[in-house]
């Protein structure tokens, strides 16, 4: 299985910072990488799609990038409604595996 | 509007079964692949299986912890998508949610997601 590492599992912020989370894949996996957006007791919203690709309606502070093996998912600059936690999805094989997640708090 | 709603979670006792159900409206649901995802309690994010479509013969793919206890299926007829869940574990618990895969060569990961259902395993 394609393990994938995400870092940091936690991260406090403030509004108007900008954040990097990154995903390591265990093995290449092209840009099959999408990036997801939950907040508690919600359904995940996807974010980014084939690493870079932001989702129809996703704010452009949102971005992806990377390629192979390592990838980061930036927020420009944080807005309140941006804590939540983050996850990234590889599908290039199975058994499709996410990342364990980031918790993105308030500081 | 697009949608998924699932149903049929609760709670089961170990080594029971359950069904269930993902209704989907507001798209052609024969078209696409979906897939099941599960989170347990306070945990992360876990793909539990996919289906495709009539074109590709309704192949399924699991994942290792639910090979041969579950059983994904689907009838378009109906616009509804199923997990048949046998023989179920404490570990099972968790929110089951229904997906969607983009089709006509859009690039994945599951765009849409239900809201889950709960799944309660535990005597």
């Known amino acids: 299985d394609i393990q994938m590492t995400q870092s940091p599992s936690s991260l406090s912020a403030s509004v108007g910072d900008r954040v990097t989370i990154t995903c390591r894949a265990s093995q290449g996996i092209r840009n099959d990488l999408g990036w997801y957006q939950q907040k508690p007791g919600k359904a995940p919203k996807r974010l980014i799609y084939?690493?870079?690709s932001l989702q129809s309606g996703v704010p452009s502070r949102f971005s992806g990038s990377g390629s192979g093996t390592e990838f980061t998912l930036t927020i420009s600059s944080l807005q309140p409604e941006d804590f939540a936690t983050y996850y990234c999805?590889?599908?290039?094989?199975?058994?499709?595996?996410f990342g364990q997640g980031t918790k993105l708090e308030i500081k | 509007e697009v949608q998924l709603v699932e149903s049929g979670g609760g709670l089961v006792q170990p080594g029971g079964s359950l069904r269930l159900s993902c209704a989907a409206s507001g798209f052609t649901f024969s078209a696409h692949y979906m897939e099941w995802v599960r989170q347990a309690p306070g945990k992360g994010l876990k793909w539990v299986g996919r289906?495709?479509?009539?074109?590709?013969?309704?192949?399924?793919e699991y994942a290792a912890s639910v090979k041969g206890r579950f059983t994904i299926s689907r009838d378009d007829s109906k616009n509804s998508l199923y997990l048949q869940m046998n023989t179920l574990k404490t570990e099972d618990t968790a929110v089951y949610y229904c997906t969607r895969v983009p089709a006509y060569g859009l690039p994945g990961p599951s765009d849409i997601w239900g809201q889950g259902t709960m799944v309660t395993v535990s005597s």
């Open positions: 084939a690493a870079s």
């Open positions: 999805l590889q599908h290039i094989s199975y058994p499709y595996t």
């Open positions: 289906i495709r479509n009539k074109d590709n013969s309704y192949t399924a």
